[in-house]
């Protein structure tokens, strides 16, 4: 591999301090996470602590850290969150979809709030008055998914100059994102095939084969925080199909994926921790102007690749971040 840029268990918390609403000396603040099916130990989520850690925050010292998990659940999100606000934490942290944003804001508006928004436009969805000035409870950093999602078919179609038909994997949290792509893929003058991901957790054996079937020659696989914990199991079933496909992260290509783009998700959930360090320093959320990713990863695996027969463009290897070769 060529680098050239440098449990959630079946309980709904796991808290640091087992007695609940307790604080002391040792821990003097409390942050409350909720999550949805990611486990702490993902390397973004890693580097959120740690940041917390660098800045003087350290769980089990001076933290206590709540972590609420949803476990792909939509429907756990509201009651999980009306618990989080109950412990009166001194902020809350929530990543990811629309959806847990939406069960803290309705829980508090007065608690604040940073989130990194991966599959949403805080904006649009009225949880801010802008992004230059929240003016409320809620603050953080935003992925633009809308831009990324364009970029990821005309990534595909670059790679696949041939292809004429592409497939879209998508389910109820990436409705945003599927206008997008079907926006894209008639731009190019190719033609369309929905595939809807249902039944959570995913089966994409047959989702795979109702790409084939309908003659599909590549696909794009929208970014929904249900796909990426089972992951392997995706890139496995395109694998065996043969389909070529570009996904949201880079964590996709190491596990055989040919192809990725997208926010490098380490990069934000720093920024994330620091907006949560400067809360929990004094500073309103109100005031805190939200941020865009900066850093964007460009993923190839040659070694799919030429699985697949296909020669990846010199104008594609030269963008790239990461190559496995």
Not at 166 to 173: E, G, H, Q, S, W
Not at 252 to 276: K, N
Request: glycine fraction near 6%; include cysteine.
């Amino acid at each position: 591999m060529t680098t050239r840029r440098g449990a959630a268990a079946a309980v709904a918390f796991g808290a640091v301090l087992p007695c609940r609403g307790a604080r002391s000396q040792q821990h003097s603040v409390r942050l409350g996470w909720l999550l949805n099916t990611i486990p702490r130990t993902a390397s973004f989520y890693v580097a959120f602590e740690r940041r917390l850690r660098e800045l003087g925050f350290v769980a089990g010292q001076n933290l206590l850290v709540d972590a609420a998990y949803a476990e792909g659940r939509l429907e756990r999100f509201a009651p999980l969150a009306r618990e989080l606000v109950s412990r009166k934490p001194d902020v809350l942290f929530v990543s990811g979809p629309e959806a847990p944003l939406r069960a803290l804001s309705e829980a508090t508006q007065t608690i604040p709030i940073v989130v990194c928004a991966v599959d949403f436009d805080p904006e649009a969805g009225g949880f801010v008055k802008s992004l230059a000035h929240p003016g409320g409870n809620v603050t953080g950093v935003y992925v633009q998914q809308i831009e990324a999602t364009v970029k990821r078919v005309e990534l595909i179609h670059e790679l696949m100059p041939s292809a004429r038909r592409i497939a879209l994997l998508t389910d109820d949290f990436t409705i945003d994102q599927l206008h997008a792509a079907r926006r894209a893929v008639r731009s190019l003058g190719l033609e369309l095939v929905v595939v809807q991901m249902r039944n959570y957790p995913y089966d994409y054996v047959p989702m795979l084969d109702e790409a084939r079937a309908a003659r599909s020659d590549a696909m794009v696989v929208l970014m929904s925080p249900r796909v990426f914990p089972n992951r392997e199991s995706l890139v496995e079933a395109a694998r065996k199909n043969r389909m070529p496909a570009v996904y949201g992260l880079t964590e996709y290509v190491d596990a055989g994926g040919l192809v990725a783009y997208g926010a490098s998700l380490d990069s934000i959930f720093s920024r994330a921790a620091e907006y949560v360090a400067r809360i929990l320093g004094g500073e309103p959320p109100s005031t805190m102007p939200m941020e865009q990713a900066r850093e964007f990863d460009l993923s190839i695996n040659l070694k799919t690749a030429n699985a697949l027969g296909i020669k990846v463009p010199q104008s594609v290897l030269v963008r790239a971040s990461k190559v496995i070769e």
